[in-house]
């Protein structure tokens, strides 16, 4: 058949157009799957993760933090504040001299990350599974870390939450754990009554590791541009008490806000008790 | 309408502050005096065992032939109470008769204080609350 017309000619070139059209969405779906193949970020581990773990370090029981260095620490290694939180803190550190004690973590908010390694009076456990350790802690249902260990980067959608996005990986027997995207209202805080929203772009390293058989130290190196003035390190201990066994127990701290009654109707409940400004429970006036 | 409008927000301001002044929290314990410690006999009304601070009601008096008084007084968490001080879920009932030494609310219009020893009458236990005390060497 031969194309004479003019109009025929267009038809042709048409046709010819709509089946490279038709040829390539057909190479586009024949490209598709791979492309758009969901990325497995936690594949089934193998019974070699699991024997994996066997190789390193023993970090079982329960951890307790070493209070009375995180108290001495107050003064002989203060974070290098910026002029402005410089002020704040003096002031933070003035009320709670004179008993009354900021509440950093009304709300029982978590103490979050780095605070919660910097200040906690509570122990904590740390769980080894392939791809991941885990810490968890005692006293408050909101206190737990993951740490990513297969290998990811950081995700490249910001998504900021109290513990941070953490990444580790080991470096012979030291953990080593890179944490961004914490909220900026998270505290930086020295202890209980004092501390200051990070603000942001707050990025934490830490170097985790047996210091002795039953001493954990955690080494860390605190980046807060918009409050310190440079990086803060700190090691912080944490103690563990072989021989008694102790288990980590749960802890909900809003339950502290409660008592538990029984209604006239013979429902079990939880009505709310007094406290001072300062948190503390105290009998009714 | 705008004074509505701003006894409204005045009235929400309030109720956030009422909401912060009682929400629980990690908190310092300066607002109590450890200068002084204050030693009160009494009755167990109710032990809570609870984190973040467990506490304990007590109907007692400071001095022999006062009048008792309700008294709440605070320790640190479970956890570290069975660490420290040897404490139990059952430590003390309901009922018990016990002697408390504590240290006092600074606001000595508030009976409260936090616990640093209780004496059980009955038994002679002896309980206390430093949980500092878990970092000293043979606790184990």
Same mark, same amino acid.
């Given at each position: ?8 000619r267009c038809g ?8 490279a059209?038709a040829?390539s969405a ?6 598709e ?18 024997a994996?773990?066997?190789?390193l370090p023993?970090?079982s ?9 995180q ?12 002029e402005q939180a410089a002020?704040?803190?003096?002031q ?10 900021r509440?950093i973590?009304?709300?029982c ?5 780095p605070?919660?390694?910097l ?8 769980l080894?599974?392939?791809g ?9 249902g909101?206190?737990l +870390?993951?740490?990513?260990t *297969? ?6 959608i910001?998504d ?6 953490s990444i580790?990986?080991w470096?012979g ?6 944490t ?13 009554a004092? &501390?200051?929203p990070n ?5 934490v390293?830490? +170097?985790?590791?047996?210091? *002795?058989?039953? %001493? ?5 190196e ?16 944490f103690? +563990?008490?072989?021989a008694?066994?102790?288990? %980590?127990?749960? &802890?909900?701290?809003?339950q502290g806000?409660?008592?538990e009654?029984?209604?006239?109707? &013979? ?13 503390? %429970?105290v009998?009714?006036? | 309408?705008?004074? @509505?409008? #701003?006894?409204a ?7 956030l ?7 629980a929290a990690?908190h310092s314990a300066t607002?109590?005096d ?7 006999t009494?009755t ?10 467990v ?5 007692? !008096?400071?001095?022999e032939?006062e ?5 709440v007084?605070?320790?640190t968490s479970?956890?570290n109470?069975?660490? !420290? ?5 059952? !430590? ?18 508030r #009976? ?5 020893k209780l004496?059980?009458a009955?038994?002679?236990?002896v309980?206390t609350a430093? @949980?500092?005390e878990?970092?000293?060497p043979?606790?184990?």
């Open positions: 058949m031969s194309i004479r017309s003019p109009a025929m042709a070139l048409l046709a010819i157009m709509l089946a059209l040829m057909l190479c586009v779906q024949a490209a799957p791979s492309r758009k193949a969901p990325t497995v970020i936690n594949p089934p581990p193998t019974a070699q993760d699991w994996d773990l066997g190789k023993d970090w029981g329960v951890w307790n933090p070493k209070i009375t260095d108290d001495a620490q107050v003064a002989t290694n203060p974070p290098p504040w910026n002020r704040k803190v003096a933070m550190f003035a009320e709670e001299k004179a008993g009354r004690p509440l973590f009304s709300g908010l978590p103490e979050a990350h605070s919660w390694m200040i906690t009076h509570n122990a904590m456990e740390i080894f599974t392939p991941r350790v885990t810490l968890l802690g005692e006293a408050d909101n206190r +870390r993951r740490i990513y *297969d290998g990811r980067s950081h995700p490249d910001h900021p939450t109290f513990h941070g996005h580790g990986h470096e027997e030291t953990l080593v754990v890179d961004v995207d914490i909220l900026p209202q998270v505290p930086l805080a020295v202890n209980e004092v &501390g200051l603000n942001g772009d707050m990025h390293v830490e +170097r985790i590791h047996l210091a *002795d058989k039953d %001493i954990l130290h955690d080494d860390l605190i980046v807060a541009p918009k409050i310190l003035t440079a990086p803060w390190k700190t090691t912080r201990i103690f +563990r008490q072989r008694r066994k102790f288990d %980590i127990v749960e &802890g909900v701290c809003v806000d409660l008592a009654r029984v209604a006239p109707d &013979g429902d079990h409940i939880f009505v709310p008790v007094e406290k001072t400004i300062w948190g503390n %429970i009998a009714p006036k | 309408m705008l004074q @509505l409008l #701003r006894a927000g005045a009235i929400a301001a309030c109720g502050v009422i909401g912060l002044s009682t929400a990690h607002m109590f450890f200068s002084r410690t204050l030693t009160i009494g167990v009304v109710e032990l809570r065992w609870v984190n973040p601070h506490s304990l009601s007590i109907n007692g !008096a400071l001095k032939g009048e008792p008084e309700l008294w007084l605070e320790m479970p956890g109470l069975v660490r !420290a001080g040897g404490w139990r879920r059952d !430590a003390v009932k309901p009922g018990d008769k016990v002697e408390v030494d504590f240290f006092p609310l600074r606001d000595a219009e #009976r409260g204080g936090t616990l640093k004496t059980v009955a038994t002679g236990e309980f430093n @949980l500092r878990q970092e000293k043979g606790l184990e």
